[in-house]
């Protein structure tokens, strides 16, 4: 389980701060393991025996970061629901006028507990659509990996050298 919920506080519903208190350094971590990737997955003048060895390693560090946004996006989204839930009873109840869902929609949607959470939901979106990129890529590496490999041993079986 992702290290951001070890430390989650049950009663605050409404401020991810003092909800997730490792939230944002988390994220930020995230964000500086963006930083190097394409070096990683360069293959050009790196040794194809280096290669090889890295690839599963640097594939399950970001498949496992992967996994750890997909599950801080799950708890962004239920958090979400329910903040949309009580807001909505709260808008329902003490309003003299009778309001249609789409007017109490709108008004929650300006409300500041619920923006904020929609927007922490849209930045862990994006770090979870540049990871799934960089997971996609790792293993289209893999392919070309196994292939160079395949091709340096028939070389080596047929007397060829490079």
Known sequence: ?????KHINFNE???PIKRYPNL???LDEYKTHLHNVSNILELENKPLGLANREQISWLYFYDEKLKDLKTMLSYIESDIKVIYGKLYKDIKENNAYDLKSAEISL??????????????????KDLYEKYKSIVDAFSARGYILNNLTKLHTMNLENGIMD
């Not at 389980?1 to 919920?5: A, E, G, L, P």
């Not at 409300?111 to 862990?124: A, D, H, L, Q």
């Open 1 to 5: 389980m992702s290290k951001i919920f």
């Open 13 to 15: 519903i409404d401020d």
């Open 24 to 26: 944002f350094p988390m």
């Open 107 to 124: 008004y929650i949607e300006t409300k500041k507990e619920y923006r904020t959470f929609k927007i922490i939901e849209v930045e862990i």
